[in-house]
């Protein structure tokens, strides 16, 4: 319920208009810094939890900036939030990781990186992947499905970078 309620408020504060969205997300990003910051109950270093303040608010003020632009749509902006709070911030990723960690002794990844193929000319400038590979290899789609499910099912991640193939 609170979870639903939590979703809610953020995809109506999403969709405001211009200027009611602008005030509301100044409150929002007020609320964030005060939650990291100045009621840092896990005692981290401030400087530590400042960084997480801007990295937050460089991840959120692009979306608020194209909502107000058109550029995304409701759509995508429910999807956005479904994902990031109520999937990644919210019980369920930490019931799935609280179980792993019951299980294997260690807290799982927070996020992997899947190359569900090779199919690339290696030619980037910089290429990490540039090791030599003269065949191209796939990961089959089941088995890529089958990863990212159990990502999110059985460890709570919720982030995941693809790779691979041509750019």
Known sequence: MKDTIIVNTLLKLLMASGTVRKTLWKAVEAQIYKNLVNNNTKNRPEEVQKYKYYILKAMYRPV???????YI????ATRLIHTLVKGAMLKSAKDAQEKFKEKYGISPPAFIVLSPTQLCNLHCTGCYAAAGHKTARKIPFEVSRRILQEIHDEWGARFVTISGGEP
């Open 73 to 76: 749509s409701k759509e995508v």
């Open 64 to 70: 608020e900036r194209n909502l107000g632009r058109g």
